[in-house]
């Protein structure tokens, strides 16, 4: 079995009742690459999430495959000296991208002003996953991800993969969509995460963050 074909995960850690997952299997039909949704939904916390996942991929059509990776809409990792550098590149690409300069700064949020369900459910989901699984981890950024990949004009996957999907979920879904894009190492993608100077780690817990942003030349 190919190492492309299996599970990817996707969580976006938004508080009670509001902690999106979304389940989507990975497969290859020639030279294609496939990702398709299988099941979503709503938890409370990490602990409750993982065990409705775990639910989730007792469905046959799962039956046998691997968790490969995982992408969670929640920071990560933090900076030993400032503002994280991989926020400022994001930031620096939805400016030249035409996003809205007045809220810029609203969705790509410095870590400092983010709630603690994001950022305590986020990493703690990160460690029980690892623990488990031992899958690929990404950080995930659903907004400015689905604005990216419209502007490339390379939307329409992840649009038919998330349609009809309520907040949380779609956010989730998009994560597992990051995790995918992650997995297979797109063309025009790469881990912002090698650019940060000083990352620093609650948990040994090996993490990227896979974005559609070329490196500057």
């Known amino acids: 079995m190919s190492e492309r074909v299996g599970i990817v995960l996707g969580f976006d850690p938004g508080g009670k009742n509001n902690f999106g997952w979304s389940v989507c299997r990975t497969d290859k039909s020639g030279d294609k690459l496939l990702i398709q ?24 059509d799962f039956q046998g495959l691997k968790v490969l990776a995982v992408g969670i809409d929640a920071p990560m990792f933090w900076s030993g000296r400032g503002n994280r550098q991989v926020d400022n590149i994001i930031r620096e690409e939805l400016k030249d991208k ?6 810029v700064g609203g969705t790509v949020q410095h870590v400092n002003s983010l709630q603690g369900a994001c950022l305590a459910q986020g990493l703690l989901l990160a460690r029980h996953l690892n623990e488990i699984y031992e899958p690929k981890i990404t950080e995930a950024h659903p907004k400015a991800l689905l604005y990216l990949l419209k502007v490339l004009k390379q939307d329409r996957e992840i649009n038919k993969l998330i349609a009809g999907l309520s907040d949380h979920k779609r956010d989730a879904t998009i994560s597992a969509f990051a995790a995918w894009a992650m997995l297979n190492e797109f063309p025009g993608w790469r881990d912002l995460y090698q650019d940060e100077c000083y990352p620093v780690q609650p948990f040994n817990t090996p993490v990227s963050y896979w974005m559609p942003i070329p490196k500057a030349s």
């Open 37 to 60: 949704l299988g099941k979503t939904g709503l938890a409370n916390d990490a602990l409750e999430v993982v065990g409705k996942v775990q639910e989730a991929m007792k469905s046959p």
């Open 98 to 103: 035409c996003f809205p300069r007045e809220k």
